[in-house]
């Protein structure tokens, strides 16, 4: 197999061969290497070896302050996974070099090798009722599997993260010193109308109305992988953000990104597909009965309208402080996506009583009527 040439320079390819050599422990094996995906984070490549392919990531330290956390997270949850198989989460394997699951390169950075789920797919948008239902089910087996862990099992990686009221406070300390256009001013006001939302799951943990559990973190549709056919989904990858966590930030997320006709590139003119949400959420319901109290249940419609506004803060927030966090390839992109983010909130708010009565139905076939 040979090496082909890749737009990298050629000390920086050398650099991923001999990265990905350390795993793999085989000095002479022929290796192509090529980047993976568009994340906003990490660095990714597709290493392809005689043994298979394979994922090779840089993890952000500028982002992930203590990297090592990551890595203690997922070997708690594949020992979960291998005590559980009755659940069914299929997790990327991770590659181990001298013992460790993670290698540090010369300037410190921290990386890993884990299996690339093939053959499989990821899907840039859901057209059917069905796959929703798969995803709703995989995200349930998911939270299942957390629910086998007492969140102190779990190091907290992202410190802050889900913390909206905090994005909210850094946004607005950020917006008074900065020269906001029209656009800016616009979005910025479209959130401050809704900052009674930002408090909604704190306040519901205050109360004892829901409580922290090991979560996924970053469900969005490009983290759940399908098979070839775009029929049956197979599992969730990006596991940088498993830490403790309300479960609604979860779901939340993954109605946000999942049920938004528009796409997560789309127009401003997102459209939140009340048939999809539904179908999502009763495959949630059919592997997690039991596991959401009513009270809980009902809290499901205000974290679908929250972590599009929170994400909308996050976005705007980088753009002010000169895209710092998310990746971008042009000026400006970072506010058009927190202003995608807002117009998907206003959608879902137009449509809020049939969103409730989607969210009834769908968690009714499990815990009966009126839950």
């Known amino acids: 197999m040979s090496e082909p040439q890749d737009p990298a320079p050629a000390d ?5 061969l001999d990265i990905a050599r350390r795993f793999l422990g085989d000095a002479a094996a022929p290796l192509a290497v090529a980047p993976l995906g568009d994340g906003l984070i990490n660095d990714s490549y597709r290493v392809q070896a005689p043994a298979g392919a394979f994922v090779l990531q840089r993890l952000n330290s500028a ?5 090592e956390r990551i890595m203690a997270n997922l070997s708690a949850l594949a020992d979960a996974a291998a005590a559980h198989p009755e659940l069914g989460v299929r997790l990327p394997a991770l590659a181990a070099a001298d013992g460790l699951a993670y290698v540090r390169d010369a300037d410190g950075g921290l990386w890993r090798l884990m299996e690339c789920i093939e053959p499989s797919r990821t899907l840039p948008a859901l057209e059917r009722p069905a796959q929703a239902a798969e995803v709703g089910r995989v995200l349930g087996r998911f939270h299942r599997l957390g629910a086998s862990l007492e969140p102190a099992a779990l190091a907290v990686t992202l410190p802050g993260f889900h913390h909206t009221a905090g994005y909210l406070a850094a946004l607005e300390a950020t917006a008074a010193e900065a020269r906001l256009d029209d656009a800016g001013r616009d979005t910025l006001a479209r959130i401050g109308a809704r900052r009674d939302l930002v408090s909604v799951l704190d306040e519901a943990v205050a109360r004892g109305d829901t409580r922290p559990r090991p979560i996924h973190g970053d469900p969005k549709l490009d983290n759940l992988l399908f098979d070839p056919a775009g029929e049956r989904a197979l599992g969730l990858i990006d596991l940088d953000t498993v830490q403790p966590g309300l479960l609604h930030h979860d779901i939340g997320d993954c109605l946000r990104s999942c049920c938004n006709r528009a796409g997560e590139a789309g127009a401003a003119s997102a459209r939140f597909d009340v048939g999809l949400c539904e179908a999502l959420l009763s495959g949630y319901a059919e592997t997690t009965a039991g596991l959401l109290s009513a009270t809980e249940i009902d809290l499901i419609v205000p974290a679908t309208r929250l972590i599009p506004l929170e994400l909308g803060i996050r ?5 002010l ?3 710092r966090y998310f990746r971008v390839r042009h ?4 506010l058009t996506k927190a202003r995608r983010q807002l117009a998907l909130v206003a959608d879902i708010e137009r449509q809020a009583e049939a969103v409730e009565a989607a969210v009834r139905r769908a968690f009714d076939q499990t815990h009966g009527p009126g839950r």
């Open 63 to 67: 982002v992930f302050p203590a990297p």
């Open 12 to 16: 920086s390819r050398r650099r991923l």
């Open 331 to 334: 000026q400006g992109e970072n």
């Open 315 to 319: 976005f705007l927030m980088d753009h």
């Open 321 to 323: 402080q000169g895209d």
